[in-house]
């Protein structure tokens, strides 16, 4: 880095006595600096250092300027307590004053509003408002700062204490400098760098030290000693760097973090004040003698290249290692300044003030990342001109002379030139035996082995060697000499192959052996072998090359560019020498250089290179014609003039193709070329000449063009002249011509089948069945014709045809069963599933509905399809299917049937909130689940919903001890996680209820009429005497019914006949008697007296102790047995029958409490109290079990008047 002086200018008053310079700021745009000096406020032109103007307005010496960040105005104060706000037109607007002088100015960067400093208070003034806010500080006030974000203000106090204030003057925070008093505070900038987390403050104090904050008060980084008492310090416009000035006389520049570079300007007294222009690199600085002086700081490239790999320098610290292919980046952060740095395979040496730090590239899991870590350390101070690295190597250059040291800093060797060393070319080598290309200022070229103390001659030219390089093969040395020539040399002979004029640098092509490019008068020169050399524009200089990427460092800048090779690929072309276009090719051209590298290669017969060609372009077309070529070449077909010909036309210049055919004495292939193209006129002169084709086929041919070209009805005609009807049927069928396919259906014969089958599914595909039929039955195709009506669904005709045609049935009834399977016809599927013979396909049907339903938590409709099932299973075939089995299989159905269909309140219960069910109906439903399910597992079905279910019902009923032991019971099941702290709460708070039941919630059997505790095990039956519950189907309460057979002798249909025979049949008096003893109401069945009553005879006997005794316990299991005499004395409004279909036999029930209307579906034999029925029929329209809509068929037993 070095600092050039642009322009200086002396400050001086009247009298010529200096003017201190306080303070300076630059306008926005950087083309003007304001100055504050003496009682003057001065306005310099940036450009020439020329005085635009000086503003008078103070009475006195005038201590800081400010400008704002939007340019519109500015802002001066002084000792005289006042402060000037100016204009960008260099016009004064506003004055106001402080009670003390000013001490410093800052403008909030969003808001704009000024801040103005005096010893004890500061103000704040914006446009808006017309007076200025003041407030009072604890100490004087010597600098200030606003945030980036304009929310925060810092104050620096010359107690060493830093005030945190918000854009109203309200103090939020303060930061105490750790050595208190003594740490005066002169000055503090906030870092304006963007990519910070959170915005830095650097404060300079009096004890010559320079620290880092945040707004929170906590120390960035460590505190710099400076050596000297800082009087300002101004960041770059980006933050990147910082200017510090002082009592040492200079301006001095660091990183953002602290860190020393280097000095920007010396003066000869102290400097109060400096700034960095925005957006550039210009910084001023003013000083107490009034020397005000303008500097052009230059950043000078520190940088290193390898290959790919190139190192650089940034932010003066940091190394920065990019792979220029890739692009990927690693930073190396050196915290001090970088001097040089020089890069070699995978190592990287960086030398700083005080020592060089060489690191290593060590390889991740990522083959292609970067990471460098610390090898060694040579902690001296080493001075030279080039830095170069090697395995294990550092060489120095110092002007003659090249020294080479290891990486413990010991001096192993060295040479002395005899000239200036001007270039340094790392060419590698073995580790330790590394070798380097000098060029030296009397135009020298030699070459430096590490092992050996002698350097070696290679070449002398005229001039100094400004640039060289050496080939891959190491074969040719490129030297580009100070008279800008760039000269190639074989390395052996040492002969001059070329000399190219207007050159600064040059590489060879890494990847090419015989390609190098060099630049000069921003002109890049591609030269490959001896062909003549390919120019461009290019900004700067070219570092390196490999394959159709260069590398070109412009100024500081490195970059990538990728330069299509196609110049000398078709320099190559040119000298058919295909193999080396090939190389150049690959190194990277365009798509169209590949095209017409591979058609070069094509008609020169190299068909490899070809090939290769049209595959790297992904031409799948010209692939085919090369795989020909080369299979007619294996056949010893080789004729030249038939592959030319066969490329012509494959790039469609059909007339030379065609001559060179008929040159070849191969006319039919001219021929088919032409008639490919639909160029029938030409196909029609070599038709003429020569007989190789059929007329018809020529027509063909035409007729396949009308087709391509949209004339579908031409080319029909053309291939029904051409004898082609089943290509013209296709034809006209494809744009559905029904009439010309009916008018040529009618002319074809019944010997044409296959033509007329072809109308036929044409006819039916657009949707004429009954045109379609007739074609059918003109070829005598009765199969076909029923299929027809069978895919249209048109069932009327379907079965009015298999009527006349009994042998095909089967080819409706199946089709008609699973047409109404898909539509949930299933009762009407399930018969023409009979009738065509395929029962078993009606349940498969039935049970794959049953499944989805049941995955996708349709119970209801699972219990419906479950029900189905089991009406079906009775229908399965006698000869396949044992009755046992046909019975398990029903009674199996029937009960997953009623678990669906109840489970279903359950689970809406709970997936429901504001599902409307009586705490009672949910209650008998979980309880009749536990039932019926027992042990067990039923898909879909989860035992703990039901078992929570009772639970919080019976506990909301009353019955606490039943709910303490279903709880108990649920602490054995696996509880899912959504439901673990209820079921817990639930526990607890059962705990404080007394250990009793609701005894209205006891189920009572109506044939002993005992009540029945809860049980686990207990079963949808009475413990005491084994009688069935029946339910109601909506409430799930138990219904008043009592089940009888039937004496042995009588038949289901003559019992039937008994109960439902007029009055005037049965006997005059009744065999029913009632018997009210206690609290029990008893009805007894009495053939001569009551006490053989057989639904009495169970319950007739009352035990005076509390239980029976196991003996009578015994005699009350069995169901009530009634004879023909017994049938005769029923009522038939009190009895309900379930009429099952064979196998099944009748059930008979008779309501003992006709009072209690019940209600039975006669489609699923369910029972409801009629209450419960009507309201589920209002809501549903159909039975809420089976879903039979027939409601006349419903059945009022009992049903009281």
């Known amino acids: 880095m070095r600092a050039i002086p642009t322009w200086v200018d002396k400050v001086q008053d009247r009298e010529k006595a200096h003017q201190c310079i306080y303070s300076l700021c630059f306008k926005p745009d950087g083309s003007q600096l304001v100055v504050a000096a003496g009682l003057r406020v001065l306005v310099y032109d940036t450009r020439d250092g020329s005085l635009i103007q000086p503003l008078k307005g103070h009475k006195d010496t005038v201590y800081c300027v400010c400008y704002a960040r939007d340019g519109r105005r500015f802002a001066s104060g002084g000792s005289d307590k006042c402060v000037i706000i100016w204009t960008s037109k260099l016009e004064g607007i506003l004055k106001y004053s402080h009670n003390d002088a000013l001490q410093c100015l800052t403008f909030n960067p969003v808001s704009h509003h000024l801040t103005s400093c005096a010893i004890t208070d500061f103000g704040l003034w914006s446009s808006e408002q017309k007076s200025v806010q003041k407030y009072k500080s604890a100490a004087r006030i010597t600098s200030c700062a606003w945030t980036n974000d304009g929310q925060y203000l810092a104050l620096g106090l010359i107690n060493g204490t830093i005030s945190i204030r918000n854009k109203v003057g309200e103090e939020k925070g303060r930061i105490e400098l750790p050595r208190g008093g003594t740490a005066q505070i002169w000055a503090l900038q906030w870092n304006p760098y963007k990519m910070d987390a959170c915005d830095v403050l650097c404060v300079t104090d009096w004890s010559k030290t320079m620290t880092f904050y945040t707004i929170t008060g906590k120390m960035v980084g460590k505190e710099r000693n400076l050596g000297y008492d800082p009087l300002c310090v101004s960041f770059f416009s980006k933050g990147e760097y910082l200017l510090v000035s002082g009592s040492n006389k200079s301006c001095t520049l660091y990183t953002r973090d602290g860190v020393r570079l280097a000095t920007v300007a010396e003066q000869q007294s102290w400097v109060w004040s400096c700034a960095a222009s925005p957006d550039s690199n210009f910084v001023a600085v003013g000083c107490q003698d009034g020397t005000l002086a303008y500097y052009h700081v230059i950043f000078t490239t520190v940088h290193g290249l390898y290959r790919e790999r190139y190192a650089y320098r940034e932010n003066m610290t940091d190394v920065i290692i990019q792979h220029l292919l890739t692009d990927q980046r690693v930073r190396i952060k050196c915290r001090d300044l970088v001097k040089k740095i020089a890069i070699y395979k995978h190592r990287l040496a960086v030398q700083l003030p005080e020592r060089v730090i060489i690191y290593e590239m060590c390889y991740s899991g990522n083959s292609s990342g970067m990471h460098y870590k610390v090898k060694d350390k040579i902690n001296k101070k080493l001075e030279c001109n080039l830095l170069v690295v090697c395995a294990n190597h550092l060489v120095l250059c110092q002007e003659k002379k090249l020294q080479c040291l290891n990486f413990q800093g010991m001096s192993e060797r060295e040479w002395e030139m005899e000239s200036l060393i001007r270039y340094i070319k790392m060419v590698g080598g073995p580790p330790n035996k590394e070798g380097l290309l000098v060029g030296l200022k009397n135009g020298q070229v030699l070459k430096i082995f590490l092992n050996n103390p002698f350097p070696v001659y290679m070449l002398k030219v005229t001039a100094g060697i400004r640039c060289l390089d050496l080939s891959a093969s190491r074969q040719k040395l490129a030297v580009v000499d100070e008279c800008n020539d760039c000269l190639v040399y074989h390395t052996e002979s040492k002969e001059l192959l070329f000399k190219e004029p207007n050159a600064n640098s040059v590489a060879w092509n890494s990847n090419c052996e015989d390609m190098l490019c060099f630049s000069g008068n921003n002109l890049l020169s591609i030269k490959a072998c001896d062909f003549p050399v390919h120019q461009q524009k290019l900004q700067g200089f070219v570092v390196g090359l490999c394959g159709s990427k260069i590398f070109c460092l412009n100024i500081s800048k490195m970059t990538t560019i990728e330069v299509p090779l196609s110049a000398p690929m078709y320099q190559y072309l040119e000298k058919k020498m295909f193999r080396d276009a090939y190389k150049v090719a690959c190194l990277g051209v365009t798509d169209g250089d590949w095209f017409s590298l591979a058609h070069a290669a094509m008609e020169g017969l190299d068909f490899d290179v070809a090939r290769h060609a049209f595959m790297r372009i992904k031409n799948l077309k010209y692939l085919e014609l090369l795989q020909y070529f080369e299979e007619q070449q294996r056949k010893g077909n080789i004729d030249g003039t038939m592959f030319l010909a066969d490329i012509l036309a494959y790039r469609g210049e059909f007339k030379e193709a065609a001559k060179l055919y008929m040159k070849s004495n191969q006319g039919e292939h001219a021929l088919n070329m032409y008639t490919d193209l639909r160029m029938f006129d030409a196909a029609q002169e070599f038709l003429g000449t020569e007989d190789v084709m059929d007329r018809k086929t020529l027509i063909r041919k035409k007729a396949d063009w009308a087709c391509n070209i949209n004339e579908p009805r031409a080319a029909a005609e053309m291939y029904l002249s051409a004898g082609d009807v089943m290509r013209a049927i296709e034809v006209i069928a494809q744009n559905g011509w029904v009439e010309m396919l009916l008018d040529l259906g009618y002319r074809l014969t019944k010997d044409d ?449």
């Open 753 to 1201: 089948g296959d033509a007329l089958m072809a109308i036929s599914n044409h006819l039916k595909r657009l949707g004429h069945l009954s045109s379609a039929a007739e074609m059918y039955t003109k070829v005598g195709d009765k199969e076909s014709v029923l299929k027809l009506w069978v895919d249209a669904r048109e069932w009327k005709e379907a079965f009015a045809l298999a009527e006349k045609q009994p042998e095909l049935c089967g080819l409706v009834y199946v089709p008609y069963a699973q047409w109404l399977a898909e539509n949930d016809r299933f009762i009407e599927a399930q018969k023409a599933f009979h009738k065509a013979g395929h029962p078993e396909e009606a349940v498969i049907v039935l049970q794959q509905l049953t499944s989805n339903a049941v995955n996708e938590s349709r119970y209801q409709d699972a219990g419906y399809y479950n029900w189905i099932l089991a009406m079906q299973s009775l229908d399965l075939n006698d000869e396949k299917f044992s009755t046992d089995k046909i019975i398990s299989s029903f009674n199996l159905h029937q009960r997953l049937a009623c678990i669906y269909y109840a489970f279903e309140t359950i689970k809406r219960y709970f997936d429901e909130p504001f599902y409307d069910c009586l705490k009672e109906a949910l209650f008998n439903t979980a309880r009749f689940l536990v039932y019926e399910i027992g042990d067990l597992h039923i898909k879909g079905v989860s035992m703990f919903l039901i078992y929570y279910t009772l639970a919080k019902q019976a506990k909301d009923l009353g019955s606490y001890k039943l709910a303490q032991l279903i709880l108990e019971k649920i602490h054995q099941l696996k509880i899912p996680a959504k439901y673990q702290i209820d079921v817990d709460l639930e526990t607890m708070s059962i705990h404080s209820k007394p250990l009793e039941d609701n005894v209205d919630l006891e189920m009572m059997c109506y044939k002993c009429s005992n009540t029945n505790l809860f049980s686990f095990h207990g079963g949808n039956c009475c413990p005491y005497c084994g009688h069935a519950f029946v339910y109601s189907f909506v409430s799930f309460e138990v219904l008043p019914l009592v089940e009888f057979v039937l004496a042995e002798g009588i038949s289901d249909e003559e019992a039937t006949r008994l109960i439902e025979s007029p009055p005037s049949a049965k006997e005059e008096y009744s065999s029913w008697v009632e018997d009210n003893k206690g609290d029990t109401q008893m009805l007894i069945l009495c053939e001569n007296k009551p006490e053989s009553n057989s639904f009495s005879r169970n319950a007739s006997e009352e035990s005076n102790d509390d239980d029976f005794s196991n003996e009578k316990k015994n005699d009350l299991y069995g169901p009530t047995m009634l004879t023909k005499d017994d049938l005769l004395e029923l009522d038939p409004a009190e009895v309900l029958i379930r009429r099952w279909p064979k196998p099944l036999k009748y059930q008979f029930y008779r309501n003992v409490m006709p009072s209690f209307a019940v209600r039975q579906c006669n489609s699923c034999f369910r029972g409801f109290f009629l209450e419960d029925y009507e309201q589920a029929v209002v809501q549903k329209a159909h039975c809420p079990f089976c879903r039979d809509e027939n409601n006349g068929n419903v059945r009022v037993i009992a049903e009281d008047s």
